[in-house]
């Protein structure tokens, strides 16, 4: 007999189940997903609306924001409510980063859009889009690159943004040209958000929360400032958190990195986050070819002949001789 697949609240109903049957509380079991997390506090949002302080079950490992979760009630009738989340859903999609002395920092779970977020200050930095690209493409999540303050744009920094949409709208990425600070493209990238759920990544102070801050004006979002001294952001968010908007669509606004780097990914999927590589997946002369200075690479011939942009398969090279793959 074939199998019959169980869908997202059937599992999610079994693992509650098993987690009751262990604990034999016979307390009510309510679906939620993680909106935020303070230590070990998490801040539930239950499948009815209401927001509560949770505790987390031990051994339940890391949990996010975005998870979706089975949680119980302390005390049902004391007010505020708050609760203990008992099983963690199965995840469509894990977003991590490498964190202290390289180990896994799960970012957030269930995303459909990575939004790479950079600025006209502090300056894009090439390197960590493509790794931004290359992490979304193996979630998978579809890519949108924003590159805000463009209020700032003179002839100075022209390039930079003519050289971005140049080179990611030549591949098939959709480039948004945004200013939080006046609200301009705000309305595109609404309609962008609608009916997924999304999420903003990029250096500090580039103007993530700004963005939310623009979408949601009467939620109360910390902004930061940019360092005079150095152009770079204070790090003002410190946990990512998930928003809902009115007008459709989940927004994560996640802390600012200086760097990032996608975790545990070998050769093949690197491959695969650079799209615009597809068509010569597998025809180098070699099969083990490091698409560096061996004869007869596809990748090394497209670059001859025009077909693909000398920064991104720098990029890609580089990311295959740091990450060791
Ligand atoms: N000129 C200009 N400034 C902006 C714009 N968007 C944000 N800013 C400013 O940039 C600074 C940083 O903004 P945030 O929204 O805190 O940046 P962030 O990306 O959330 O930073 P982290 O939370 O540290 O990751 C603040 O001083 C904002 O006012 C914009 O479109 N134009
Ligand atoms: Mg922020
Ligand atoms: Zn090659």
Redesign the pocket.
């Known amino acids: 007999m074939a199998k019959r697949r169980l869908t997202e609240r059937q599992k999610r109903q079994i693992s509650a189940n098993k987690n009751q049957k262990a604990t034999a509380t016979g307390a009510a079991q309510h679906n939620g997903i993680v909106i935020t997390h303070h230590g070990k506090e998490l801040i539930v949002r239950s499948d009815t609306g209401e927001t509560l302080s949770c505790q987390l079950r031990q051994n339940l490992g890391t949990i996010v924001c975005g998870d979706r979760v089975v949680f119980e009630y302390i005390d049902p009738n004391s007010e505020p409510r708050s609760g203990i989340v008992i099983a963690l859903a199965e995840r469509r999609n894990l977003l991590q980063k490498s964190g202290f002395a390289g180990k896994a920092k799960a970012v957030a779970a269930n995303i459909d859009q990575v939004i790479v977020?950079c600025?006209?200050?502090p300056k894009p930095n090439s390197y960590l889009i493509d790794r931004y690209l290359v992490a979304a493409e193996n979630l998978p999540a579809r890519p949108l690159i924003i590159i805000?303050?463009?209020?700032?744009l003179d002839e100075q920094n022209e390039h930079v943004v003519n050289d971005i949409n140049a080179i990611y709208e030549s591949i098939g990425y959709r480039v948004l040209e945004?200013?939080?600070?006046?609200n301009?493209g705000i309305d595109e990238l609404q309609s962008m958000l609608v009916d997924s759920t999304s999420i903003?990544v990029?250096?500090?102070?580039?103007?993530?929360?700004?963005?939310?801050?623009d979408l949601l004006p009467d939620i109360d979002?910390?902004?930061?400032?940019?360092s005079q001294a150095s152009s770079e952001?204070?790090?003002?968010?410190?946990v990512s958190t998930f928003y809902t908007l009115p007008t459709g669509g989940n927004l994560i606004?996640?802390?600012?990195?200086r760097d990032f780097s996608p975790i545990d990914l070998d050769r093949e999927q690197i491959l695969k986050g650079f799209i615009e590589l597809k068509p010569y997946r597998g025809s180098c002369k070699f099969a083990n070819c490091s698409h560096t200075n061996e004869p007869g690479c596809a990748i090394t011939e497209a670059l001859e002949e025009g077909k693909v942009n000398q920064q991104r398969v720098n990029s890609f090279r580089k990311m295959l001789a740091d990450t060791d793959a």
């Open positions: 977020v600025s006209l200050v805000n303050k463009i209020d700032l945004t200013s939080a600070t006046r301009t903003l990029g250096l500090s102070g580039v103007g993530k929360s700004s963005i939310v801050k979002i910390r902004i930061g400032e940019i952001g204070k790090h003002t968010t410190t606004d996640s802390p600012g990195v």
